[in-house]
T-cell receptor
Framework: NAGVTQTPKFQVLKTGQSMTLQCAQD?????MSWYRQDPGMGLRLIHY???????DQGEVPNGYNVSRSTTEDFPLRLLSAAPSQTSVYFC???????????FGDGTRLSIL | KQEVTQIPAALSVPEGENLVLNCSFT??????LQWFRQDPGKGLTSLLL?????REQTSGRLNASLDKSSGRSTLYIAASQPGDSATYLC?????????????FGQGTELSVKP
């Protein structure tokens, strides 16, 4: 019963490096999203997808790209890492519109 | 713009006490409201989801209520235990924007002392 799986759990990058945060769900959920959690700012939506091939921007999309080639996977790409992107990143998914959102365990990312 | 507020930011109670956590939202046009628990260094665990047409939901020792007219939701925890210590987050899903974006409160950090 995996639910939402995020990898890696921890990552340290240098400024300017790029990387991809992976997110996979095995519940056949159409809706998936990425949030970042920062002290004093709470959780904020980065990007979301309502189905394979469909993505859209959230509240804080700058510096991040997403794609949704399959229902199961929703990777988040940092194009050129900046210290301001140091955060904890959570992926979430949801089935039908009235159902709850399920979150992964997060990726803790530090940019030096 | 929807804003969600949780007061207090931190709460400490002795074991066995019944307690209420508060969540306020500014826009009554919500689709549903979800309560989560977050343990230190961990992800969010969904506790209860209340649809806009519902007044309350119950799961074990937890009861969540929703009053759209006053812009409030409460999470009631009965007979608290040290294992209930965690940060509790409420999140409102507004009916009309961004495919179901959740607006989160800042959370209430609960400590239950043995």
């Amino acid at each position: 019963n995996a639910g939402v799986t995020q990898t890696p759990k921890f990552q340290v990058l240098k400024t300017g490096q790029s990387m991809t945060l992976q997110c996979a769900q095995d519940m056949n959920h159409e809706y998936m999203s990425w949030y970042r959690q920062d002290p004093g700012m709470g959780l904020r939506l980065i990007h979301y997808s309502v189905g394979a091939g469909i993505t859209d921007q959230g509240e804080v999309p700058n510096g991040y790209n997403v794609s949704r080639s399959t229902t199961e996977d929703f990777p988040l790409r940092l194009l050129s890492a900046a210290p301001s992107q140091t955060s904890v990143y959570f992926c979430a998914s949801r089935g039908q519109s009235h159902q709850p959102q399920h979150f992964g365990d997060g990726t803790r990312l530090s940019i030096l | 713009k929807q804003e969600v507020t949780q007061i207090p930011a931190a709460l400490s109670v002795p074991e066995g006490e019944n307690l209420v956590l508060n969540c306020s939202f500014t826009d009554s046009a919500i689709y549903n409201l979800q309560w989560f628990r977050q343990d230190p260094g961990k992800g969010l665990t969904s506790l209860l989801l209340i649809q806009s047409s519902q007044r309350e939901q119950t799961s074990g020792r937890l009861n969540a209520s929703l009053d759209k007219s006053s812009g409030r939701s409460t999470l009631y925890i009965a007979a608290s235990q040290p294992g209930d210590s965690a940060t509790y987050l409420c999140a409102a899903r507004t009916a009309y924007n961004q495919g179901g974006k959740l607006i989160f409160g800042q959370g209430t950090e609960l400590s239950v002392k043995p």
